[in-house]
């Protein structure tokens, strides 16, 4: 209803306040809404305290897109190590998700495990070998490895399967 982000901050807040800790079941949906709305917010570690709680509220039974939404705000508030276990996670409860791979890979990129982003993407790729943006990611982590030959191979399959991203990086570094 574009109230200010403040005020729908503080209405959620009383809604959760209305609980005690150790949360239970009955307050989980708020402590997920608040998660959401800290995010949206760029509040990004009240998040994810909101998300832990969330996960002890329901003894752990949460699905791959709870870890995958959590991961984001990890990925967001720079912990790294967070994002990385919530992606695979993610991975273990549904492997056919490719979004998983690709945004573990991107982390891994992140924190400079270039070598274990492009296994992740060769595993992917293997299950999917028509998913333009997985080629890509790989011709950017072996760019960053300096294999500049297996890069170009890469990012030419991803233009060949019609990523609109990769004209500007083929045009960057092999002009």
């Known amino acids: 209803m574009n109230a200010p982000i403040d ?5 959620i807040d009383k809604s959760v306040g209305t609980f005690t800790p150790p949360y239970t079941e ?5 402590l997920l809404e608040r ?16 998300y ?3 996960y002890k509220a329901v003894n752990g039974k949460v ?18 190590q967070r994002a990385l276990d919530d ?35 060769d595993v992917a790729i293997a299950k999917d070998a028509t998913y333009a943006e997985l080629y890509r990611l790989k011709g950017l982590a072996l760019l960053q490895q300096k294999k500049n030959k297996e890069a170009r191979a890469a990012l030419d399959k991803a233009k060949e399967l019609g ?5 500007a990086l083929l045009e960057k570094y092999f002009k």
């Open 7 to 11: 005020e729908v901050i503080a209405l």
């Open 26 to 30: 009955e307050a989980a949906p708020y």
């Open 35 to 50: 998660a959401r709305i800290y995010t949206n917010a760029e509040k990004y570690r009240p998040a994810l305290v909101d």
């Open 52 to 54: 832990d709680e969330y």
């Open 63 to 80: 699905n791959d897109q709870f870890y995958y939404m959590r991961a984001q705000c990890a990925m967001q508030a720079k912990a790294f």
């Open 87 to 121: 992606y695979v996670e993610a991975i273990m409860l549904n492997p056919d998700e490719l979004t998983y791979r690709a945004e573990l890979a991107v982390v891994n990129m992140r924190v400079g495990r270039n070598d274990e982003a492009v296994k992740i993407l």
């Open 163 to 167: 990523d609109p991203q990769v004209d």
